[in-house]
């Protein structure tokens, strides 16, 4: 599926909010306006998405080369101050489990919990980048990309390459399936790839024995982002 705007995060003690009851789990987007736009030269074609969002409006350009190559540039403008994630959710097929990728790792790490990680090119595959907590949550996400490639045995596949502040993970499930189940033996294989691809994920803290995370962890609430 093409990229949709999507903010939902399952930390099983993440409770800054005063409870799970209280955590809009809609990604609250609105109106949709689409526009279309073809180069002079017929090379170029621009697709522009404006969402008004009760939490996020957002726009995505999308430009597409002739020579297969999507461009997309997105911006976000956040008005709600209880976000967990800023970003975009995409699916591809599950044959495509080989993962590599250049950014932090090998393990999963997030924008407090960095600095055991270190930037660098790594490969492993969709199923090894499940953390199998004692309570299956969010989890395998890892900050600084600069490139990735999602490919099959065969060879198929695809490559994103980015630029500015993204952060990325690619699972066998969504981020609900993983809160629905109360252990990791309780999940089944989807069939397909959850990739997310965000602009800012909010940090961990330490809220299972003491504060949540300081103020330049927590993502914003105004301003515009991209």
Partial sequence: DSPEYADYRYIENEE???GTENYDTSPGVGD??????????GRTFT??????????????????YCDGVVELEASFSPIANTLRRIGL?????????????YAYGPHENYIDRREGAYLGVYST???????PYARPQSCGNHEGLRWVTLSSADGDGIRDETEGNVAF???????????????CW????????????????????????????LSQYMVPSSGTYG
Avoid at 47 to 64: F, N, R, S
Avoid at 125 to 131: A, H, L, Q
Avoid at 169 to 183: F, P, R, T, V, Y
């Fill in 47 to 64: 697709c522009t998405i404006e969402a008004d969002g009760k939490k996020v409006p957002y726009t995505l350009k999308y430009t597409l």
């Fill in 89 to 101: 959710g995409m699916r591809f097929p599950t044959r495509w489990d080989n993962v590599t990728y």
């Fill in 16 to 18: 800054p909010y005063g």
């Fill in 169 to 183: 993970s690619m699972l066998h499930w969504d981020d609900k399936a993983l809160k629905s189940a109360n252990h």
């Fill in 186 to 213: 309780n999940l089944s294989n989807s069939g397909e790839v959850f990739a997310h691809f965000d602009y800012m994920q909010k940090g961990l803290g330490n809220a299972s024995c003491g504060p949540g995370p």
């Fill in 32 to 41: 949709k306006t689409t526009t279309y736009e073809l180069s002079d030269d």
């Fill in 125 to 131: 595959t969709v199923s090894d980048m499940f953390e």
